[in-house]
């Protein structure tokens, strides 16, 4: 398995002879230079949408367009791509699982919103998410922008995630010390992977005590474009 950081919340995940694209945001994102763009997109098989903000959603339609591949995610905002801008897409809702080529998915709660910008303001589209990655022997928990949640104790008890990409640069997510309570208190991670962060000045810029909290944990302050073998 690897697990690439394109910067931002945007990874591209090799599992199980698929590549799955999460939460793309390649225009605009200040982390990932305009020419590793091809190679972020190289054999990607699915794009995978945890909710509408510009931020991870921007570039999808356009990329499974480029791309000729699905979008899978939560069912409202998939019916409005469907309808507005003709994309083969993958709706379903929180706790249902879909198999993407061997790569069993399921989608569970989050904490945050879900909106895109229009000439009115925004428009909420569909609800937020995360999800379970399950693959080679491995699952991934995916966090998606949110807040600790109760919720994480029956994801755990129901998936026993053994890595977690969780949202911790603060402001719009959890922050380094949230992010580690809920990977201390809810489960047991051999390997964490922070996100969110490092992308803008009121964000946290490094995940030195989200480490710190974490003992026995695997923490990996990801690089842009360097592929994470697990």
Not at 15 to 35: H, K, Y
Request: proline content about 5%; hydrophobic content about 45%; glycine content about 10%.
């Amino acid at each position: 398995m690897q697990i690439t950081w394109l910067g931002h919340s945007s990874f591209r995940i090799a599992i199980a002879g698929q590549v799955l694209l999460i939460d793309p945001w390649l225009t605009g994102n200040p982390m990932l230079a305009s020419t590793a763009h091809d190679a972020a997109l190289e054999g990607v098989t699915h794009i995978l949408v945890t909710h509408a903000h510009f931020d991870h959603a921007g570039d999808a339609p356009a990329l499974a367009k480029r791309l000729g591949v699905p979008v899978a995610g939560q069912f409202d905002l998939m019916s409005w791509w469907e309808k507005s801008e003709g994309l083969d897409v993958i709706g379903f809702n929180k706790g249902g699982t879909i198999d993407l080529g061997g790569v069993k998915v399921t989608m569970v709660n989050a904490i945050h919103s879900s909106s895109i910008g229009t000439d009115e303001g925004p428009r909420a589209m569909g609800t937020e998410c995360g999800y379970m990655i399950a693959g080679e022997g491995h699952t991934i928990y995916l966090s998606g922008d949110t807040d600790v949640m109760a919720d994480m104790k029956v994801f755990n008890d129901l998936h026993a995630p053994d890595i977690g990409i969780l949202a911790a640069g603060g402001h719009f997510t959890m922050d380094m010390a949230r992010a580690a309570y809920a990977a201390r208190t809810f489960f047991d991670f051999k390997t964490v992977i922070p996100c969110h962060y490092r992308t803008f000045p009121v964000l946290a810029q490094s995940a030195e005590e989200l480490a710190g909290a974490l003992p026995g944990v695997d923490v990996i302050e990801p690089q842009v474009m360097q592929p994470i073998e697990i």
